[in-house]
T-cell receptor, first 113, second 114 residues
Framework: DAGVIQSPRHEVTEMGQEVTLRCKPI?????LFWYRQTMMRGLELLIY????????DSGMPEDRFSAKMPNASFSTLKIQPSEPRDSAVYFC???????????FGSGTQLSVL | AQTVTQSQPEMSVQEAETVTLSCTYD???????LFWYKQPPSRQMILVIR??????QNATENRFSVNFQKAAKSFSLKISDSQLGDAAMYFC???????????FGKGTSLLVTP
């Protein structure tokens, strides 16, 4: 398996623009997580899906952030409108089940100018 | 919420030497999991080692071992025979046995010198 695949690897955008980050989890994994990494706050859980259903979105910072998982092999994290403080590395991770080993993607480095 | 503290922002070790990275955590639970993740410059988070709280025996993975002190809520990582490829950020993480979220520490940057 190719592991968790995220795209794009880097994204540079201007304030106010819509940004969509994409994730393909490992085949057969039923749990998917989105994390955000910043220098100030470290790694924070944004949202957790189980069997494509959002279970916990308490970490989503505000309404500008939304995440979807239309099927078992694809998830998106959207920011609209983006702001400079959204600049961070966004990781997608998947696991076989909610308690299994977490496999991370390579992350998307987002820069909002 | 459980907190994870890594008190060493940076550490340095010479190649072939041994280094220990510290981690403490705060929890009122008795059953949980602890992890060490490595993040090299490539950015990918890689699981190094995992410890179940109910196991008294310290986990070991090749050159990596932990010193798990449950009463002290301490979970340090020892890297033996350090190699240049060990240079990375190392994150300690906690997960409740009844939960799914990993709580991460702020990380320790490990530099390995020749």
């Amino acid at each position: 398996d190719a592991g968790v695949i995220q795209s794009p690897r880097h994204e540079v955008t201007e304030m106010g623009q819509e940004v969509t980050l994409r994730c393909k989890p490992i085949s057969g994994h039923n749990s998917l997580f989105w994390y955000r990494q910043t220098m100030m706050r470290g790694l924070e859980l944004l949202i957790y899906f189980n069997n494509n259903v959002p279970i916990d979105d308490s970490g989503m910072p505000e309404d500008r952030f939304s995440a979807k998982m239309p099927n078992a092999s694809f998830s998106t994290l959207k920011i609209q409108p983006s702001e400079p403080r959204d600049s961070a590395v966004y990781f997608c991770a998947s696991s076989l089940d909610s308690m299994g080993e977490l496999f991370f993607g390579s992350g998307t480095q987002l820069s909002v100018l | 919420a459980q907190t994870v503290t890594q008190s060493q922002p940076e550490m340095s070790v010479q190649e072939a030497e041994t280094v220990t990275l510290s981690c403490t955590y705060d929890t009122s639970e008795s059953d949980y999991y602890l992890f060490w993740y490595k993040q090299p410059p490539s950015r990918q988070m890689i699981l190094v080692i995992r410890q179940e709280a109910y196991k008294q025996q310290n986990a070991t993975e090749n050159r990596f071992s932990v010193n798990f002190q449950k009463a002290a809520k301490s979970f340090s990582l020892k890297i033996s025979d350090s190699q240049l490829g060990d240079a990375a950020m190392y994150f300690c993480a906690y997960r409740s046995n009844s939960g799914y979220a990993l709580n991460f520490g702020k990380g320790t940057s490990l530099l390995v010198t020749p």
